[in-house]
T-cell receptor
Framework: EAQVTQNPRYLITVTGKKLTVTCSQNMNHEYMSWYRQDPGLGLRQIYYSMNVEVTDKGDVPEGYKVSRKEKRNFPLILESPSPNQTSLYFC??????????FGSGTRLTVV | AQSVTQLDSQVPVFEEAPVELRCNYSSSVSVYLFWYVQYPNQGLQLLLKYLSGSTLVESINGFEAEFNKSQTSFHLRKPSVHISDTAEYFCAVSTFNDYKLSFGAGTTVTVRA
């Protein structure tokens, strides 16, 4: 089954404790992206990657890092999480013009 | 850069009544347009998309959307809603040479019996 897999689904952490949210896709898509979803703001792009070792900032990259060492994986790293990063996070992958396939989401709470 | 405006944040509707969710976009180049649906506590699912060709696109569960280039709109409609259509709906746009998908703020549809 074609899918994007995110882990974990839920995470509660404390301010300043580094965390990684994993994302993997099995569709051989070149393009992958991370979004955060907040009430009333829709989805905003954090980072994206056009291919292996090619990443770039989206609209809200502050406080986040990513890496793309393999085509299928695109982890999101929060080096020092803060409460304003409490959000619902989605990973997605895509072919050009084809729309995105989204993961199931990671609900992160930073206390 | 492209942007999307969803004109209604909340749409309450009775079961079997019609619904229309409004979406306007802005872009200086040709666009691809999408509607995604998010059911409670789930991820986003592609509902329908306009890439080219016929301006009226349909989904398998009775929704349709019409691309109107002159009005830069892509409104979503369903002639008769079900309780199971209760969800949040997102309009999104990308452009021909850009993978990036820009989303509207979302419209929450609540269907009541």
């Amino acid at each position: 089954e074609a899918q994007v897999t995110q882990n974990p689904r839920y995470l509660i952490t404390v301010t300043g404790k580094k965390l990684t949210v994993t994302c993997s896709q099995n569709m051989n898509h070149e393009y992958m992206s991370w979004y955060r979803q907040d009430p009333g703001l829709g989805l905003r792009q954090i980072y994206y990657s056009m291919n292996v070792e090619v990443t770039d900032k989206g609209d809200v990259p502050e406080g986040y890092k990513v890496s793309r060492k393999e085509k299928r994986n695109f982890p999101l790293i929060l080096e020092s999480p803060s409460p304003n990063q409490t959000s619902l996070y989605f990973c997605a992958s895509s072919l050009p013009g084809g729309g995105y396939t989204f993961g199931s989401g990671t609900r992160l709470t930073v206390v | 850069a492209q942007s999307v405006t969803q004109l209604d944040s909340q749409v309450p509707v009775f079961e079997e009544a019609p619904v229309e969710l409004r979406c306007n976009y802005s872009s200086s180049v040709s666009v691809y347009l999408f509607w995604y649906v998010q059911y409670p506590n789930q991820g986003l699912q592609l509902l329908l998309k306009y890439l080219s060709g016929s301006t009226l696109v349909e989904s398998i569960n009775g929704f349709e959307a019409e691309f109107n280039k002159s009005q830069t709109s892509f409104h979503l409609r369903k002639p008769s809603v079900h309780i199971s259509d209760t969800a949040e709906y997102f309009c999104a746009v990308s452009t021909f040479n850009d993978y990036k998908l820009s989303f509207g703020a979302g419209t929450t549809v609540t269907v009541r019996a």
